[in-house]
């Protein structure tokens, strides 16, 4: 069984440059959900996608956008991005959707100059 | 809203010296509880997940359990491997993380 995995591991960027990050669900899931954690601080819900379709949207602004494809996998894309935004990227995939555990990927560290 | 709260933010315990991290929540309507624990620049594995108060699970040498209002992990005879921070989340809708405690273990 495979889990979920991100790409790229790093990435670093410059402010008002454009970014997308890759995850991968693991084998049987069908939810994704994305988070975003700065340094010493828990991870912040971002959005999760339930079969291809948005299921709900934490406090994030526009320019934070996604994707699910037909096999599950999903996208996270940034615009315009902002100094902020310099966090490690989570991905995690779930069974379904509230009360299922969800398995975490190992992150995209991604740092804006 | 719902809200996290763990305690404390930093614990340092010698090797085999139990003890026990807490985590305070309000939420509206729980789902689920939570318990993860990571490395740093890892991501979140997976520990336990608690639905009802009254609620224990056990794995090697922590131990999850489960109120109304709070859960505690326990830890028990603790070994420098154990370091790392753990992390408590509830969801009635996402996950809702707390900020987690940074346990060290010295030998």
């Known amino acids: 069984e495979t889990g979920v995995t991100q790409s790229p591991t790093h990435l670093i960027k410059t402010r008002g440059q454009q970014v997308t990050l890759r995850c991968s669900s693991q084998?049987?899931?069908?939810?994704v959900s994305w988070y975003q954690q700065a340094l010493g601080q828990g991870p912040q819900f971002i959005f999760q996608?339930?079969?291809?379709?948005?299921?709900g949207r934490g406090n994030f602004p526009p320019r934070f956008s996604g994707l699910q494809f037909p096999n599950y996998s999903s996208e996270l894309n940034v615009n315009a991005l902002e100094l902020d935004d310099s966090a490690l990227y989570l991905c995690?995939?779930?069974?379904?959707?509230?009360?299922?555990?969800?398995?975490f990927g190992p992150g995209t560290r991604l740092t804006v100059l | 809203e719902d809200q996290v709260t763990q305690s404390p933010e930093a614990l340092r315990l010698q090797e085999g010296e139990s003890s026990s991290l807490n985590c305070s929540y309000t939420?509206?309507?729980?789902?689920?509880l939570f318990w993860y624990r990571q490395d740093p620049g890892k991501g979140p594995e997976f520990l336990f997940t608690?639905?009802?108060a009254g609620e224990e699970k056990e794995k090697e040498r922590l131990k999850a359990t489960l109120t109304k209002k709070e859960s505690f992990l326990h830890i028990t005879a603790p070994k420098p491997e154990d370091s790392a921070t753990y992390l408590c989340?509830?969801?009635?809708?996402?996950?809702?993380f707390g900020k987690g405690t940074s346990l060290l273990v010295t030998p």
């Open positions: 608690l639905y009802s």
């Open positions: 989340a509830v969801t009635g809708y996402a996950l809702n």
């Open positions: 939420v509206s309507g729980l789902r689920g």
């Open positions: 996608y339930y079969r291809e379709e948005e299921n």
């Open positions: 084998s049987g899931h069908n939810t």
């Open positions: 995690a995939s779930s069974l379904g959707t509230s009360s299922d555990t969800q398995y």
